[in-house]
T-cell receptor, first 112, second 113 residues
Framework: SQKIEQNSEALNIQEGKTATLTCNYT??????LQWYRQDPGRGPVFLLLIRENEKEKRKERLKVTFDTTLKQSLFHITASQPADSATYLC???????????FGTGTRLQVFP | GAVVSQHPSWVICKSGTSVKIECRSL??????MFWYRQFPKQSLMLMATSNEGSKATYEQGVEKDKFLINHASLTLSTLTVTSAHPEDSSFYIC?????????FGSGTQLSVL
């Protein structure tokens, strides 16, 4: 069956450290993968998109990698800050359609 | 980035009533919008794809007669939850695609008593 898996346990890290979140998928062949941030009671906010032919993408303190062999994407936040505390969702296109399928998200808590 | 406005932010209604949720793309035209539902601590689940000027496409298991979708213009899609019941209580979120990615509304928390 098709699955998108993110670590359901919260990730707690100290301010200034690098946070690394994992997204694994099964039985999908996405053309791209996206990462979103979601705060409680709010809609997701788009962060980064990485295409299947891209290994890595960066945006300010964010870095995303995409390994189509491992079927995995890693999302890194360097020099993390308490304001980075939120739930982070990965999403991919369902078999090259326009529909996005989301993982369950990982809650990140950055403490001072 | 593109702005998607969703209204209302929250609604409380009695069982059996209908609730309409609006989703607007403010600074771009969206021929396609998507409606998601999210239960607490769960992922966003795609309910349907709203197509301007034509019928919506529903995901498997979503009742089209219960969740009525109308996409009458390039900037507005509406979701009507008909004869709402407590099990319909959830967070409903719309989204629209614009060049850079998928942009979401702020969501509507529906509570059915």
């Amino acid at each position: 069956s098709q699955k998108i898996e993110q670590n359901s346990e919260a990730l707690n890290i100290q301010e200034g450290k690098t946070a690394t979140l994992t997204c694994n998928y099964t039985n999908y062949s996405p053309a791209y993968l996206q990462w979103y941030r979601q705060d409680p009671g709010r809609g997701p906010v788009f962060l980064l998109l990485i295409r299947e032919n891209e290994k890595e993408k960066r945006k300010e303190r964010l870095k995303v990698t995409f390994d189509t062999t491992l079927k995995q994407s890693l999302f890194h936040i360097t020099a993390s800050q308490p304001a980075d505390s939120a739930t982070y969702l990965c999403a991919l296109d369902a078999d090259n359609t326009d529909k996005l399928i989301f993982g369950t998200g990982t809650r990140l808590q950055v403490f001072p | 980035g593109a702005v998607v406005s969703q209204h209302p932010s929250w609604v409380i209604c009695k069982s059996g009533t209908s609730v309409k949720i609006e989703c607007r793309s403010l600074d771009f035209q969206a021929t396609t919008m998507f409606w998601y539902r999210q239960f607490p601590k769960q992922s966003l689940m795609l309910m349907a794809t709203s197509n301007e000027g034509s019928k919506a496409t529903y995901e498997q298991g979503v009742e089209k007669d219960k969740f009525l979708i109308n996409h009458a213009s390039l900037t507005l899609s509406t979701l009507t939850v008909t004869s709402a019941h407590p099990e319909d209580s959830s967070f409903y979120i719309c989204s629209a695609r614009e060049q850079g990615g998928l942009f979401f509304g702020s969501g509507t928390q529906l509570s059915v008593l």
